[in-house]
């Protein structure tokens, strides 16, 4: 008997899961687009965010030739800040410098445009970019605000006479906060004039209002090794979260608390003032280290990774460590205590280098070396090439519901994440492009910048007197709609009209040319609901 189908396909994926009745929820997720960007050199993406039109990545650039025509560079490497369509496509470029090497680590979006932070060496400072402002030491962070269109609206620079670095940057209501850290040498001169350092280096924190001055500074650590990586803002003030070696702690910011292993993994609870609310470290006997956190509704979710000999032991006593080094999530209480921890990988190394909060649970991304493929965690995965980029994503729980790698027969690694609808950008760098997932794609130089963009796989199979064999698919699809057995259909629009018809029985159709709407499709075998974007 012929029954009649609802097709959906929609251009808002966000509005579709609660909507429609019987499809599942996404058990796996399929690539919608790729891309690789950069000149002839090496050239990698460090952080993405999302904005309303598209998405804004930062890095750096080696060469001084670019995606665009026309666009030349500062130096032999450049900061660089890229503007995407929501398609993938390129909006525009920027390259950011002076003569030496410029690097952003980090970007955020605010209303009129994205502030973007890293590091310039010296003799960036007084040319290009720089031109008219003096370095202050060997590396001076950086925090440059960009209109939307990506010129400049201010630039300064950061730091003493030795070595400052900002890795990460949140927007709040009045400014930016910055964290990284600083060399010994910054302290008591320049920017850090008056401030005493804690050791040889000091992890750090800066509050900067909306035109790029300063209004508050803190270091942060014990007598030796002190990093912030990452930090996310909170109701209250900030989170921050990094590594201190062992020699840190017992001593300075760290009095009181002992060291777990040669370096601890730490998160730190900063007021709005700058002040210390209270810090935790975590992990093993050996290397534990935190590369990014995000806040969530009941706390805060950190990644990064550990070396083997920190499991069965410390914060990690009960869990055996799976290789060389494991990829780390933990989940901590709004007031630092833990509240589960998971190591994930296989046999060699892997890491996770940035997570993003799901409507029900979290995403991490990273790498892993080909060794770890085929075991442990990624025992049903088959490595790609030398180093495959990981997509994880984890329960509420942190168990996992499904991973996935990608690359080709080069290295691949995927450095940050951001969310929307339970769509997922990522980008990174990958190398020796051309097969496995960049098949048809030509690298263009030793590493290129990647952007890739993750949607949802839907089961749209429905079950007619008991039979959940007559199914559609992908869902949603991008082409093709398949069909699990051979049928007839009719795709029909809300008024009636036929716009695809085949009598005879076929297992695909392609669906490339209907316009965002809803449709009607009509089967000889079952009836399936189907989502397409």
């Not at 010994?184 to 804690?198: L, Y």
């Not at 020699?247 to 009181?256: I, K, L, Q, R, V």
């Not at 997509?391 to 690694?413: M, R, Y």
């Not at 076929?506 to 009607?520: D, E, M, T």
Request: hydrophobic share 40%; proline share 2%; with cysteine.
């Amino acid at each position: 008997m012929k029954q009649t189908v609802k097709l959906i396909r929609t251009a808002a994926l966000a509005l579709y899961i609660a909507a429609i009745p019987n499809v599942t929820k996404a058990q796996s997720y399929d690539v919608a687009w790729k891309q690789n960007f950069g000149g002839s050199g090496y050239d990698e993406f460090t952080c993405v965010i999302a904005v309303p039109d598209g998405y804004v990545a930062v890095g750096s650039s080696d060469v001084s030739t670019s995606d665009s025509p026309g666009i030349g560079g500062n130096s032999n490497n450049d900061a660089i800040i890229v503007k995407f369509n929501t398609d993938g496509t390129v909006a525009w470029e920027k390259h950011f410098g002076g003569n030496d090497i410029d690097n952003f680590n980090s970007v955020v979006a605010v209303s009129d445009g994205y502030v973007a932070v890293g590091y310039s060496w010296k003799g960036s400072f007084g040319n290009g970019d720089w031109t008219g402002i003096a370095g202050k030491g060997y590396d001076d962070a950086i925090i440059v605000k960009f209109n939307t269109d990506g010129t400049i609206a201010w630039k300064k620079n950061f730091g003493g006479s030795g070595d400052d670095r900002f890795n990460s940057v949140t927007a709040v209501s009045d400014g930016y906060v910055a964290v990284g850290y600083s060399w010994e040498g910054s302290f008591g001169n320049g920017d850090w004039t008056g401030i005493t350092g804690k050791g040889e280096c000091d992890a750090i924190i800066v509050k900067f209002n909306t035109d790029g001055t300063v209004a508050w500074k803190q270091n942060f650590g014990g007598i030796y090794g002190d990093f912030f990586n990452s930090v996310t803002a909170v109701s209250d003030g900030y989170i921050a979260v990094g590594d201190a070696d062992t020699e840190s702690f017992g001593n300075g910011d760290w009095a009181g608390i002992t060291g777990k292993g040669g370096i601890d993994a730490i998160i730190v609870k900063f007021n709005t003032d700058g002040t210390v609310a209270w810090k935790q470290n975590f992990g093993g006997s050996a290397r534990d280290m935190f590369l990014y956190v995000t806040a969530v509704a009941d706390g805060y979710v950190a990644v990064g990774y550990a070396y083997p000999d920190s499991f069965g032991n410390g914060d990690w006593t009960g869990i055996t460590g799976k290789g060389f080094r494991d990829a780390i999530i933990v989940k901590f209480n709004t007031d630092g205590t833990v509240a589960w921890r998971q190591n994930f990988g296989g046999n060699s190394n892997d890491y996770f280098y940035s997570v993003t909060e799901a409507s029900d649970g979290y995403v991490a991304v990273g790498y892993a070396y080909y060794a770890s493929f085929g075991n442990g965690d990624l025992t049903d995965i088959a490595g790609k090439g030398g180093m495959d980029a990981i997509i994880v994503k984890f329960n509420t729980d942190g168990t996992v519901e499904w991973k996935q790698n990608f690359g080709g027969s080069g290295d691949n690694a995927f450095f940050s994440i951001i969310s929307a609808a339970d769509e997922y950008v990522v980008i990174g760098a990958a190398r020796d492009l051309g097969d496995g997932d960049w098949a048809g794609f030509t690298g263009k130089g030793g590493t290129d910048a990647i952007i890739v963009k993750y949607q949802p796989v839907l089961d749209g199979t429905v079950s007619i007197n008991g039979n959940s064999d007559l199914y559609l698919y992908p869902n949603p699809a991008s082409d093709m709609l398949n069909f699990s057995v051979k049928m007839a259909y009719e795709i029909t629009d809300l008024q009636g009209r036929t716009l695809l018809k085949n009598g005879k029985a076929a297992k695909s159709v392609n669906i490339s040319s209907l316009p965002a709407g809803i449709y009607f499709i009509k089967t000889d075998n079952d009836t399936a609901k189907f989502i397409k974007k």
